[in-house]
């Protein structure tokens, strides 16, 4: 049998939860070729770049990032640099004139034919740019680009149920970098959610730009039925979605944070603005008025819900009086967290031909004033919680300790997870015989006794666990 060399490959994800979901594919697809990841690029014989572009601060990262790549390779003649993802899509050879040293450009659609690229490239040193689109006759191929995870480490694993989006909102370049809206086939998801529990993961966080319009275009089945396929899964625990389109979420679908047990309390329903006209311009395609009266069922079905939304400052043509709806919005909806964002044109969005723009200075200031605003609504949410036990899904040690927490020198000392409602717990254990480590991937009680911006502290109430203490025999259990 012939061998295969040892390599080391470094992958640079920027932007989102897909692109982290695309990077693992990349891996997939190197590894037969004995590709191992690398997490540190110095002794990779391979470096990607997974860009995105969908605004201007997240290209600006790439190219910094590419910057340092070409001295590297000026050093490392042999070393192949790639540029996946959203801005190669976008670019194609354009990338080129800007960082002349790379080796390969490939695009949203090409992630399959990387292992044929890099081959090509190894053996005949040539340059290869693919930005290439399935087409609707191929969306087969789409099924087939991706390689089901085996196995995986870590808690919680996401899962790409569907690619691209339909929906052509006038300042969003997504459709025209990650193609038109493609799902995958809910046996073939439902397999891998399955494969991936065997292998450990307790929780699986399904991925798509609109999940909410999963499977209609092909007729496949709906969201709430995969959700539900995916909730009879025996060892998993928590089941995570994102993102939600207002105008496509239904009644069925809010129904089933009340009746799949292992659905997470927390819905991402981006708003982008409080005002009608800004929506109307922005081809939302709902009112105000429309997602309000969803929020307020969506409350009724799941009254303990967290909603976190975007918000998109500074839209052409957004005046104070807009500005101030949304601030309105903001403070009858109270979102548990906010994504909010400075308008930027994109190449070929729509709304980079608007007129109006808004100037910088008065983009900076909402976007502040905005964040200001929201801090006091989340900081009085999360101290809400205070005094109360949560079920925490306990996913490491905490990486820093809190300014204020009683930490000790021992970085193991801390442990965190996620609320059902997806509020970040750090937290620590009066009983100093309870092995941390064993308490990874398991669900425990924790009363919280901090809040801050951004996370919760608490103290360990209870764990379900027998294996929990290192000494002595009794199980822990309060
Ligand atoms: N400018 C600013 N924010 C944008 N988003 C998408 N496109 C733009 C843009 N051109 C934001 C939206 C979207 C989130 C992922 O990024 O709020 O929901
Ligand atoms: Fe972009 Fe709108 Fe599609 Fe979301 S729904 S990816 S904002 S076009």
Excluded at 117 to 132: A, F, G, L, N, W
Excluded at 400 to 429: H, M, W
Excluded at 451 to 462: E, I, M, N, V, Y
Aim: aromatic letters at 8%; hydrophobic letters at 35%; a neutral charge.
């Amino acid at each position: 049998m012939q061998s295969i060399d040892k390599k080391y490959v470094y992958i640079n994800t920027i932007g989102c939860q897909m692109n982290v979901y695309d990077s693992e594919q990349m891996i997939q697809h190197l590894e037969p070729m004995g590709y191992t990841a690398s997490p540190s690029f110095e002794k990779a014989d391979l470096i990607i770049v997974n860009t995105c572009t969908i605004r201007a601060k997240a290209e600006q990262k790439a190219f910094s990032f590419l910057g340092r790549l070409a001295k590297i390779k000026e050093k490392k003649p042999d070393m192949i640099i790639g540029v996946g993802g959203c801005i190669a899509q976008q670019e194609g050879r354009n990338i080129l004139e800007r960082a002349p040293f790379l080796d390969l450009v490939f695009g949203t659609h090409a992630i399959q034919r990387l292992p044929k690229h890099i081959e090509k490239i190894t053996s005949k040193r040539c340059r290869i740019v693919d930005v290439e689109m399935a087409s609707e006759i191929e969306e087969l191929e789409f099924e087939k680009s991706i390689i089901p995870m085996q196995s995986a480490e870590g808690v919680s694993r996401f899962v790409t149920i569907m690619r691209g989006c339909d929906n052509y909102c006038t300042y969003c370049m997504v459709p025209y970098v990650r193609g038109r809206e493609m799902s995958r086939d809910p046996e073939i998801i439902v397999k891998e959610a399955r494969m991936l529990v065997a292998s450990g993961v307790k929780e699986i966080f399904l991925l798509g730009q609109n999940v909410n319009s999963y499977g209609k275009k092909e007729g496949l089945c709906s969201f709430h039925e995969l959700l539900s396929r995916i909730n009879g899964i025996e060892g998993l625990l928590r089941i995570r979605f994102t993102t939600s389109h207002p105008k496509d979420l239904t009644e069925d679908l809010m129904r089933s944070f009340a009746d799949l047990d292992r659905l997470c309390h927390h819905i991402h329903l981006p708003v982008q603005s409080g005002s009608n006209d800004v929506l109307k311009r922005m081809n939302r395609r709902y009112t105000k008025e429309v997602y309000i009266e969803k929020i307020n069922q969506i409350r009724n079905i799941c009254p303990e819900i967290a909603i976190t939304s975007d918000i998109i400052v500074g839209f052409p043509g957004e005046t104070e009086n807009d500005f101030k709806q949304t601030l309105e919005l903001l403070q009858l909806i109270e979102y548990d967290g906010l994504f909010a964002f400075q308008y930027s044109d994109r190449p070929n969005a729509s709304a980079s031909g608007f007129p109006n723009k808004i100037s910088e200075t008065i983009k900076q200031d909402r976007l502040n004033e905005l964040l200001e605003f929201q801090g006091r609504i989340t900081k009085k949410r999360n101290r809400a919680l205070i005094g109360t036990i949560q079920e925490v899904l306990v996913e490491g040690f905490s990486k820093k300790e809190t300014k204020n927490s009683p930490a000790r020198k021992d970085p193991d000392y801390q442990l965190t997870g996620r609320t059902s409602t997806n509020k970040i717990v750090n937290f620590v254990c009066d009983d100093t015989s309870m092995n941390y480590r064993t308490m990874i991937g398991q669900i425990a009680s924790v009363r919280i006794e901090k809040a801050f911006p951004h996370s919760l502290w608490g103290k360990l109430d209870r764990i379900d666990l027998t294996l929990t203490k290192i000494k002595g025999e009794e199980s822990y259990a309060a």
